[in-house]
């Protein structure tokens, strides 16, 4: 018997749509100057303006019947198609819409989990249309299953357990994913200094600079060189190739930059320091940059400063694919201070580092696992049997 059989144990399902179980609102006009971009603007209104973006506005600004006050699911409906949770005050755009409920069968978090399930349904409507959207019948009379439809009580007792559940695995995601922002909150701060506070000098000043070269024909599997280029960057290492010619010959405490990325992506500026000799060669469109003076400057500290510096990611305009030049990586403006101060920073980053990056103990893996862990348990949960007319047709 299947998870769901146990806990449905022999009680009726049936599927109803969801626009006769939840109760559907309808969105609001609101201008661009009421609203404001952060939360620390004095605006506690939540608004859910469309995609992903969202914004706040003062409580007077709208009118009072247009504030959702119950927990609802926002059904993102243009651009992004998703669902998203929320149980407090909110509004949105008039192109949106949202669901909440206030009969005594349906638990709105369990619809929430349902509804998550079956986005890719939803995309797949959307993905029909020049622009990705959908439309409120689409949602409306997409059917949900109820457990046990004529006992409400066991009904909802049943949805609250599956809700139990779930929820217990996107809470630890969250916290952990909470965990990581804050790892970087504290890194950049590590990393930050005000004009007039320290000495500030240009990369071009402190170290040196060389591209690296091209390695296509050059790749083996057996080879004695790890070949450095972005994706073993972006992997930390956990993607390599290999090649017997060290045509760009590396050297310990090299640090190397990722020069070229797809718009908004995630490997522009990420650093890599070479821990050993005669060990990597450097690919093309990979910097690498070599500390003039380790006196003045450690290589691992100017590693943790350049990575994903805002200094160069500004040079993406998130439609081009940014290719970093020489003269923009040289101009960077690098602080130097004591070396006592970069040896103790480089020792609380190396922590963060473990923590953050590290393929055992690393947050990132730990997320991953967590989310696999919540989609299998969704699917367990939700897996509902049809009814015999549809599973015939």
Same mark, same amino acid.
């Given at each position: 018997? +299947? ?30 100057? %009421? ?12 608004? $859910? ?22 927990? +609802? ?17 909110? +509004? ?17 978090? /369990? ?14 409507? =959307? ?42 695995? *996107? ?10 922002? %804050? ?8 990393? !930050? $200094? ?7 000098? *240009? ?8 591209? =690296? ?6 790749? !083996? ?43 908004? =992506? ?5 650093? $890599? ?6 060990? /990597?060669?450097?690919? %093309?469109?990979? =910097? ?16 943790? $400063?350049?990575?994903? *510096? ?84």
């Amino acid at each position: 018997m +299947s998870f769901i059989e146990k806990l449905l144990d022999g009680v009726e399902v049936k599927w109803l749509p969801l626009g006769k179980v939840i109760i559907r609102t309808k969105g609001t006009k609101i201008t661009a100057g %009421q609203m404001k971009e952060l939360h620390k603007d004095g605006a506690p209104l939540k608004i $859910f303006a469309g995609g992903k973006t969202v914004a706040f506005v003062n409580f007077e600004d709208i009118p009072a019947k247009d504030i959702n006050r119950e927990p +609802s699911i926002i059904v993102k409906s243009r651009g992004v198609i998703e669902f998203e949770y929320y149980d407090k005050p909110f +509004s949105h755009k008039n192109e949106m819409w949202s669901y909440h409920s206030k009969n005594d069968r349906i638990n709105i978090k /369990y619809a929430y989990h349902f509804l998550r399930l079956n986005e890719p349904h939803f995309q797949n409507i =959307g993905s029909r249309m020049q622009m990705p959207q959908i439309a409120t019948p689409d949602t409306d009379k997409f059917q949900i299953p109820i457990p046990c439809p004529e006992n409400p009580k066991k009904s909802l007792e049943i949805q609250a357990e599956i809700v139990r559940i779930l929820d217990a695995f *996107t809470e630890l995601t969250a916290e952990l994913t909470a965990r990581k922002k %804050q790892y970087n909150y504290y890194r950049d701060q590590l990393l !930050s $200094f005000e004009n007039g506070e320290v000495e500030w000098k *240009t990369l071009g000043e402190v170290a040196h600079f060389a591209n =690296g070269k091209g390695h296509e024909k050059d790749i !083996s599997e057996d080879g004695k060189y790890i070949v450095v280029n972005s994706k073993f960057i972006s992997t930390d290492g956990k993607v390599a190739k290999y090649s017997n010619s060290q045509i760009c010959p590396l050297f310990k405490d090299d640090v190397l930059l990722v020069m070229s990325d797809l718009p908004n =992506g995630k490997a522009l500026s990420k650093a $890599f320091i070479v821990d050993a000799d005669e060990k /990597y060669t450097l690919n %093309q469109r990979i =910097g690498g940059i070599t500390v003039k003076n380790k006196e003045e400057l450690l290589p691992k500290f100017l590693h943790y $400063f350049l990575n994903r *510096t805002p200094q160069l990611l500004k040079h993406n305009n998130g439609v081009d694919q940014t290719n970093l030049r020489k003269g923009q990586i040289l101009e960077v403006k690098i602080p130097i201070i004591s070396p006592a101060e970069q040896v103790r920073i480089v020792s609380i980053l190396d922590k963060f580092d473990t923590l953050t990056k590290s393929i055992y103990e690393g947050l990132p893996r730990e997320i991953k696992l967590r989310q696999q862990q919540y989609e299998y348990y969704r699917d367990l949960l939700l897996s509902f049997p049809k009814p015999d007319a549809e599973v015939a047709a």
